[in-house]
């Protein structure tokens, strides 16, 4: 085994948890998601040779994880529907009522992003999510830093008209209570 490819799979051991939040916000299924993970894993140590020693592996294996996600859309298209773990109402959790509530605001959430155009849930999730500079996120989107931040504004503007936040109004009641 070489030395990048013992690098880049020690990174990856490191790396899944935030590989894995990333192809289930982009696809939206556990299982899914998981099968692109390991997909992106393999191509990753495939090309471990590839790997530039000083940049951002992060943003290589997103790129990555990105591409194959763009590949297995368009092969979907020509496929049948596919099941989500996320519509089985069978599913019991251990506190009822807290964690019902729980489950409908983060359903709320994952509408709201999901209904986003793909280019503003992309922008959102590697900015907001992983935490990628607006550089970064350029760089793996293959966009210009205006565009990145552009649809990161639309895509915050978009979320906070779906959940009924408006800024005069969160601000206003904001100030009154400091106020107060």
């Avoid at 009641?173 to 107060?180: F, L, R, T, Y």
């Amino acid at each position: 085994m070489s030395s990048a490819v013992k690098d880049v799979g020690e990174r990856l051991i490191a790396f899944l948890p935030n590989l894995r939040r990333f192809a289930i916000s982009l696809c939206g299924s556990r299982d899914i998601a998981d099968d692109l993970v390991q997909a992106a894993c393999e191509r990753a140590l495939a090309s471990a040779e590839r790997f530039e020693p000083g940049t951002r592996f992060d943003a290589w294996m997103f790129r990555i994880l990105r591409n194959l996600w763009i590949d297995q859309v368009r092969k979907q298209k020509t496929m049948g529907v596919q099941d989500d773990i996320s519509e089985r109402q069978d599913i019991a959790g251990a506190h009822g009522e807290r964690d019902a509530e729980a489950r409908l605001t983060l359903t709320t959430v994952a509408e709201a992003i999901a209904d986003l155009p793909n280019e503003q849930r992309e922008v959102l999730l590697l900015v907001c999510v992983e935490e990628l500079s607006y550089r970064e996120a350029a760089d793996v989107l293959g966009v210009p830093i205006g565009t990145v931040m552009s649809r990161l504004a639309r895509a915050r503007k978009n979320l906070a008209e779906a959940a009924g936040i408006t800024a005069t109004t969160a601000r206003s009641q904001v100030m009154k209570d400091v106020k107060e």
